[in-house]
């Protein structure tokens, strides 16, 4: 059973401060998103990565994908309040069409 | 461009009455689709996903049943609501692999939120 855990579960962080969510999966995946949800909304895309080495980034959040050890980060820089939010991410096991597996979820709150 | 449907956005329901929550999508053909739930302060799970009309798979036994009458809507039914089945619902799309790039995001609509009392 492919397992897909987040941590922290929980992180509270300081404007300005940098910190990095981190998303370890049990089996092999050639795919891995991340989604960003805000409270009583739904969920929005904010990186596919498709390949080991995967580097993408948007403004002060950057995803990277390590294949081989089946980890994948979120990178926050300088926070701003306004990326409070909880931050998910999805794994595609290797031959599975396009059903995603979700990691528990990290919560983050940026204090002023 | 595409866009995601789902009603009712709320919803509150005894316990043993019925269920029809219905997603539909715009702007694209033969998309694959997928119902996903939250429970309250969790992550999500996969129920159901349709990579055509009538083609349903079922990732987790339970209390409910999903069906795709069209190409472009999906439906997500229950005979009889359960305490256990309160939580947000979710549907979402992706680009059917054999038309498109199969490793675009899945794209979620805005959800329907459930209280079976």
């Known amino acids: 059973e492919l397992k897909v855990e987040q941590n922290p579960l929980f992180l509270s962080m300081q404007e300005g401060k940098n910190y990095t969510i981190y998303c370890n999966y049990s089996?092999?995946?050639?795919?891995l998103y991340w989604y960003r949800q805000d409270p009583g909304k739904s969920l929005e895309s904010l990186f596919v990565?498709?390949?080991?080495?995967a580097v993408k980034q948007e403004g002060r959040l950057m995803a990277s994908l390590d294949t081989k050890a089946r980890l994948s980060t979120l990178h926050i820089t300088a926070a701003v309040h306004d990326l409070s939010a909880t931050y998910f991410c999805?794994?595609?096991?290797?031959?599975?069409?396009?059903?995603?597996?979700f990691g528990t979820g990290t919560r983050l709150q940026v204090t002023l | 461009s595409q866009t995601i449907h789902q009603w009712p956005a709320t919803l509150v329901q005894p316990v043993g009455s019925p269920l029809s929550l219905e997603c539909t999508v715009e702007g694209t053909s033969n998309p694959n689709l997928y119902w996903y739930r939250q429970a309250a302060g969790r992550g999500l799970q996969l129920l159901f996903y349709s990579v055509g009309i009538g083609q349903i798979s079922s990732e987790v036994p339970q209390n409910l049943s999903a069906s795709r009458p069209q190409d472009r809507q999906f439906i997500l039914s229950s005979k009889k609501l359960l305490l256990s089945d309160s939580g947000f619902y979710l549907c979402?799309?992706?680009?059917?692999?054999?038309?498109?790039?199969?490793?675009?995001?899945?794209?979620f609509g805005p959800g329907t939120r459930l209280l079976v009392l």
């Open positions: 089996t092999t995946s050639d795919r």
């Open positions: 979402a799309w992706s680009v059917d692999e054999a038309s498109g790039n199969p490793k675009e995001t899945q794209y």
């Open positions: 999805a794994v595609v096991p290797t031959g599975t069409a396009s059903k995603l597996t």
């Open positions: 990565l498709l390949s080991n080495g």
